[in-house]
């Protein structure tokens, strides 16, 4: 079975840290630009960051840039995400999703990333 799962998510205080991680079974995550995406009750999906396939291109959302750091390691076929001085405002279900690509960068739009995890629920809170 093909699937990406997340874990890592948990509770946290504000200015905390925790580190997500993506598995892929099924599959190797080589063809693969990988991206972070979050949703806040409420609110409406949105991108976080995203990993080209090589690892040597990542993006962030403003709102997380300087705070998250997105890193991959091929040979294990897990992505990760380092979140930093966590904020009340980073409360949200993470979703990690896996575009096939020939490109050399990532995208960080919903509609290119056809395999997406089950998510994993980080809460910032004291």
């Known amino acids: 079975q093909l699937q990406l799962v997340e874990s890592g998510g948990g509770l946290v205080q504000p200015g905390g840290s925790l580190r997500l991680s993506c598995a892929a079974s099924?599959?190797?995550?080589?063809?693969?630009?990988i991206g972070w995406f979050r949703q806040a009750p409420g609110k409406e999906r949105e991108g976080v960051s995203c990993?080209?396939?090589?690892?040597?291109?990542?993006k962030y959302a403003d709102s997380v840039k300087g705070r998250f750091t997105m890193s991959r390691d091929n040979a294990k076929n897990t992505v990760y995400l380092q979140m930093n001085s966590l904020k009340p405002e980073d409360t949200a279900v993470y979703y990690c999703?896996?575009?096939?690509?020939?490109?050399?960068?990532?995208?960080?739009?919903?509609?290119?990333?056809?395999?997406w995890g089950q998510g994993t629920q980080v809460t910032v809170s004291s």
């Open positions: 990993i080209s396939k090589s690892g040597g291109s990542t």
């Open positions: 099924g599959f190797t995550l080589d063809y693969y630009a």
């Open positions: 999703a896996a575009d096939y690509t020939f490109q050399a960068i990532c995208i960080m739009k919903e509609r290119v990333y056809e395999k």
